[in-house]
């Protein structure tokens, strides 16, 4: 064991990303990023469209829809940003898929999204500025953090009809600063005819890979890689071929220009290759992908993710007079975020000053990045798939410390 690799073995990151990767991946990486597959350059020297650079990436493909069960019907896209920019490359490429399949349609088209935390809410205010007409289904995040509030259930969304034609259903699957997430069979609640006829965009930025999905019930998932997967600065999309177009083939009113790098149609025909791809991220998430079949595939990820989480709310749980879950609904909490505040004993309100004595004592055991997002603070603990149930143990065992010393 080298002296970096004992410093990691001693060090639980639970940070909610760009977060930690697999060590055995990375050793492999590291080597990699020296001499790849003893060419005697590195990964990142190589040019993009050589043999070894391609055979990696399609390797990287074939594993991921192993993984996730991806029909031929969908392509799998490889593309350089994370998952913000896919909240204006979704849109896009939805209108344009639209206006190629109502060639006649007259007026503007609605596209829905369902709000449930600000990643979400980020996407639907960055279709509000390139679509015509946004419809808000439902804004779900001030029942999340109120348990005499229900969360409206899909059947009572304000959907827009489907004799409007709308252009898609977008949804973030699991909210990383609110840890909030979606119940895996939410789809099916919505009404037939909506899903047979809307295609529904899902991000999965921070879940994907985590638990099984429904490839075929959607038109499209996204998802930034930095989360469960490998570095930051690589987007996968994954989208129904049907739906990828020409968006000047078929212009309308309603539809804006597409940048040329947004355009799903050239990644789709070139393979990825449109441009140079993030090289280093594709091959540390093609690692990841591998070692997942290995191990178990989603199923066993699914497994490992419900067990640490478990482990962590059952701790939090016990000492309701010390911490209080900001998900007051047990079926919406994530498995990949947990989100917490501490309260002081007496007064059972939020306590920073008991918080940051939290992140201080953590840090004390070598546990990092427990601090909330600066936009809502609390605390959060981010359980991805490279966590592993040991180190949830260790974790679970320093707060029941904390709150031996604290009540």
């Known amino acids: 064991m080298t002296r970096s690799t004992a410093a990691r073995e001693q060090t639980i990151n639970l940070g909610a990303g760009p977060s930690t990767l697999p060590t055995p991946v990375l050793l492999e990486a590291s080597q990699g990023l020296l001499d790849y597959d003893n060419l005697g350059m590195g990964l990142t020297e190589l040019s993009h469209r050589s043999p070894n650079f391609q055979k990696l990436l399609q390797q990287a493909e074939n594993d991921l829809r192993k993984l996730l069960d991806v029909p031929e019907d969908y392509a799998v896209l490889f593309l350089q940003g994370g998952g913000t920019e896919q909240f204006s490359a979704t849109v896009l490429n939805m209108l344009a898929a639209h206006a190629a399949r109502n060639p006649s349609y007259q007026g503007t088209p609605p596209v829905d999204y369902v709000v449930s935390g ?3 809410n980020k996407a639907c205010k960055e279709a509000q500025r390139l679509a015509p007409r946004v419809n808000v289904v439902a804004d779900l995040r001030a029942s999340i953090t109120n348990k005499d509030t229900p969360i409206t259930p899909p059947e009572e969304w304000s959907l827009s009809s489907v004799e409007e034609a709308p252009v898609m259903l977008h949804y973030c699957d699991n909210e990383t600063i609110g840890g909030f997430e979606f119940p895996s069979d939410f789809i099916k609640r919505l009404p037939q005819a909506y899903r ?3 295609p529904i965009v899902a991000d999965c930025s921070s879940n994907i890979l985590s638990r099984s999905i429904d490839v075929r019930a959607h038109g499209a998932i996204y998802f930034g890689v930095q989360k469960n997967i490998g570095p930051s600065g690589l987007a996968v999309v994954i989208v129904r071929r049907d739906l990828v177009v020409d968006p000047d083939a078929m212009r309308a009113s309603y539809t804006p220009v597409i940048p040329t790098s947004l ?3 050239n990644a789709m025909d070139n393979g990825s290759l449109y441009n140079t791809p993030p090289m280093f991220p594709i091959y540390v998430s093609a690692l990841v992908f591998r ?4 191990d178990g595939g989603v199923d066993g990820a699914q497994q490992r993710a419900e067990k640490r989480s478990k482990l962590v709310y059952d701790a939090l749980l016990a000492e309701p007079k010390l911490f209080r879950l900001v998900v007051q609904h ?3 909490r994530s498995q990949m975020n947990v989100t917490f505040r501490i309260l002081d004993p007496a007064s059972q309100e939020p306590s920073p000053d008991l918080e940051t004595k939290f992140v201080k004592f953590c840090g004390e055991h070598r546990i990092l990045n427990v601090k909330g997002h600066r936009s809502v603070g609390g605390l959060r603990v981010s359980l991805y798939n490279a966590v592993t149930v040991a180190q949830a143990e260790t974790f679970v065992h320093v707060v029941a410390q ?6």
């Open 263 to 265: 355009v799903y149609k």
């Open 196 to 198: 047979e006829r809307v």
């Open 118 to 120: 600000a990643w979400s």
């Open 330 to 332: 047990e079926e919406f």
């Open 291 to 294: 070692d997942l079949l290995k």
């Open 402 to 407: 904390f709150a031996k010393q604290n009540l």
